[in-house]
């Protein structure tokens, strides 16, 4: 432990000295560098206590006042991290919360996985950050004992005091410090964690937001706010096609718009997209409204590429053809051709969901300085570690310099996944690198909407069969659109996402064909928020309904059915090795009784089955995603050919509950940024361009469309799941069926806008 | 020179009078509570109060302003304790948090005119303002909240 506390000094003199060259390589004066940011303190993020400090683990440490420092190693973007991950430390240490400090971490491997996307901030974390606190309560207890010469068990850790049992005798977490920081670390199988009826913060209501206060009075930095001394504001005019090249272009207008400092071509992007750069000419300017002008006076000769090809209207015909040959079988039960053969009656339906984009309300942002020492970095990254790879690739930094280059992660104004693609980081290393200077780049929403990293539309295919008697007896769902994949890897063709709500699906029917269609790729095609169970959902949520209309059973009985019994799914039984998010089946079932549950818990609160209003229509849908386990029911009317959400229910089983309040938020949240992509959501490509722009063409659902949300949360004390992404997928299916209802009119595609109805 | 009254305090910029509002805010004046989200007043992030109107300050170039007075999410109120400051911390509204100091500037012109405004109210008031992380029902429950704190004040 010597040995260990030693290296580590010395680590941290190195890391201290290079932040001092980091400074005077900007000439400027320590202190002054940063207005508004604050350095995470790398005390507190070491691994070993001090003198001062006692840091058993990289995520805890206590200074000599007794003030607990909590790192947060997961982006905050709206999901209240930041508060629900530091209060679970805070509770297994006891502490007061009070005296709890939360600081951001830097991005560091040291923390293990810091990705902020996949719903697995709490599920992925959960074990770890308990042991975290448990490990420093530990050795305050420890040494308590050893003050009071007592053996451990005698003493009890309560509220940021060490209590002897027996007496009034108590000490402050201040007082115990310097001892406990020379005591080994226990062994983390050994600990004793609190229990459920222990604990004072989990698990309760009111928990108030971390950052609430100073969001409302304007106080929070995000990405967009960050400010340097003598930083300059950068935009850029990317290539309209993926690919493309400049030409040629002109900046001789652009130079004469006063605060216009400079103009920078970018390298261009060559296959594989990446998180690369995608190349253009950058103008630099001393504010945003000069670089921004600039912008528009630059005149630039593309050369568009091969992407300009690009029709994401006609390619629908692509799809069609592409659905009729699958390539892959992702999942095979039974024999469902012999099944179509036999039935009595075959249902088969055509599915579309259309293109989607981010639309963070904070569109990508990022600032960072090049010294000879380094490069320093804050961006609302919702992964700091591949922003850290990111930027050293970009400049060509070598594997083991990896230390020289500290990316801050500052609040998100939003994420939905896009943020997790830190091509805008590279693009500010890059620009602070040729001009010398600290550089912010920051895109307009323009560019957020016409150079994302989009949800690809997809065309699906859905067949039933059903036997004499009317039982369901088979099921084929084949889906195409532009995998993922292709953004990293140009030849891949097909989907690698069939286990985000294709292949997983839990109906009990003998004969299943889940099957996949090959296309080529045109544009970035990344991971919007719950990905492709966003369109898997919709077709598999709405056919189940079609099939509940074509039995004439009412459709919340027909899913309870059509579920079956209860179980564990053996998914390896139908030739699928389901990734199920990462987590073992073991430990993370398809439980079929708990999605049941969630299914029977929402009919009974939304008073399924009660007389509607004339002209309303009631529907639901039952989607297990991300291991979480939702249904949800969508009532509407009609005004004026219009369709009128009257009120959202959702009930959802995600496993322990840390922070109720912010399970409640992302279901609200999630049932809202669904409703955009159900009536709006549509990003289109002519000539490879997207087409969209802004706000007003590319549409945001808005508070008069936005009833009343319910949202029911079921008890348990499984594991926790995820809460991020699993409200988003049953809630356009939820939607469709209750038109359905309302009308008798079924929409296969979306977004709704095209029908006229919203 | 353009003269702005920000939150009570007279300040003299050397800037494009064309600049919108916004940008003197952010990159000159340094107050980045007033955000950036469409630039074409679709989204309300950047909305401010001039003569305690609800503005969006992306599309108000600086040249339009001068003499009015400006208040921003900062201005809003001394210790933060606005009635809708303090229902929006009461009910937890805030998701992300980026676009809720242009809810709460839209939100407390509402009711400096509107002191008991109904659903359609504020749905009308508030219809300029997106939330992407969707904190809408809390918003209009919040603004409820917030009447109400006002109203009792008086």
Known sequence: MDTLNKMDTQNKNIQNVSRRHFIKGLGIAGGSMVIGVQFSPLLAADTRSTADIFSPDVFVSIDKDGQVTIIC?????????????????????????????????????????????????????????????????????????KVWQVSADKVEIYNHNALLKGSKQTLDFSKLVEIAATLPIPDRTKLKLKTEKEQ????????????????????????????????????????????????????????????????IQLPDLNPPAAFNMLGGIAVIADNTWAAIKGREKLKIDWE????????????????????????TVVRNRGDFKQAKAAAAKVITADYYVGGLTHAPMEPPAATAVVTDDGVEVWACTQTPQASVGSVMRTLNIAKEKADTVKVHVTLLGG??????????????????????????????????????????????????????????????????????????????????????????????????LIDLGDTDTYTRIGWVRSVTNINNAFAACSFADELAHAKAQDPKD??????????????????????????????????????????????????????????????????????????????????????????????????????????????????IFATTLAYYGDITCKEGQVEQSNFHDYQMARINEIPEIHTYIVKSDLLPTGIGEPGVPPFAPALCNAIFNATGKRYRRLPLKQYNIV | MIKLNINGTEQTLDIDPEMPLLWALRDIVKLTGSKYGC?????????????????????????????????????????????????WQNLNVPQCGYCQSGQIMSASALIAQNQNPSDEDINNAMAGNICRCGTYPRIRAAIHQAAKLAREVK
């Open chain 1, 415 to 512: 994420g939905f996944g896009r943020k997790s693609k830190p091509d805008f980081v590279a693009e500010a290393a890059y620009l602070a690198n040729q001009t010398q200077m600290p550089i912010k780049v920051l895109w307009t929403r323009e560019d957020e909407v016409k150079h994302g990293y989009y949800h690809s539309p997809s065309y699906q295919v859905l067949t039933g069969t059903l036997d004499q008697q009317n039982n369901v007896t088979g099921w084929h769902h084949c889906m195409v659109n532009h995998p993922i994949g292709a953004t990293f890897n140009p030849a891949a063709k097909t989907a690698g996402s069939a286990d985000l709500g294709q292949a997983d699906i839990m109906w009990d029917v003998p004969n299943m």
């Open chain 1, 73 to 145: 190693h997961r982006s905050e973007m709206g999901q209240g991290i930041r508060s629900t991950l530091p209060l679970l430390v805070a509770d297994e240490l006891e502490a007061d919360w009070k005296r709890v400090t939360v600081t951001q971490a830097l991005g560091d491997p040291k923390y293990g996985s810091q990705n902020t996307d996949g719903s697995r901030s709490v599920r992925k974390n959960y074990q770890k950050l308990k042991e975290a606190g448990a490990i420093a309560r530990t050795m305050l207890q420890q040494a308590a004992a």
């Open chain 1, 304 to 327: 568009h590429g091969q992407n300009a090809s690009y029709d994401s209207v006609q390619h629908e015909t692509v799809f069609k053809e592409s659905v009729k040959n699958p390539s």
């Open chain 2, 39 to 87: 630039g074409m007043g679709l989204c309300g992030a950047c909305t401010v109060h001039i003569d305690g109107q609800a503005v969006r300050s992306c599309v108000t170039p600086v040249s339009t302003v001068t003499g009015r007075k400006i208040t921003t999410i900062e201005g809003l109120s001394e210790q933060g304790d606005h009635p809708v400051q303090q229902a």
């Open chain 1, 200 to 263: 004072r913060y989990v698990g309760k209501e009111n928990i108030k937001i971390l950052d609430g206060e100073k969001i409302i009075t304007g106080n929070t930095v995000f990405g967009f706010d960050v400010q340097l001394e003598g930083m300059k504001i950068a935009v850029i005019a990317r290539p309209p096609v993926v690919f493309g090249k400049v030409k040629s272009f002109d900046d001789s207008e652009t130079l004469k718009v006063p605060g216009v400092v400079k103009v």
């Open chain 1, 558 to 671: 027909f899913l309870l059915d059509f579920i079956g019994k209860d179980q564990h799914i053996n998914y390896e039984k139908d030739n699928y090795q389901y990734g199920n998010y990462g987590e073992p089946l073991k430990t993370y079932p398809a439980d079929t009784a708990r999605l049941k549950n969630v299914i029977q818990l929402v009919a009974k609160k939304a008073g399924w089955g009660k007389k509607l209003p004339k002209g309303h229509g009631i529907g639901i849908a039952a989607h297990r995603s991300f291991c979480t386990y939702v249904a949800t029911i969508v009532e509407v009317s009609f005004e004026n050919g219009k369709v009128k959400l009257e009120s959202v229910y959702n009930a959802v089983d995600c496993g322990k509950v840390l922070n109720p309040d912010r399970v409640r938020s992302q279901m609200e949240g999630a049932a």
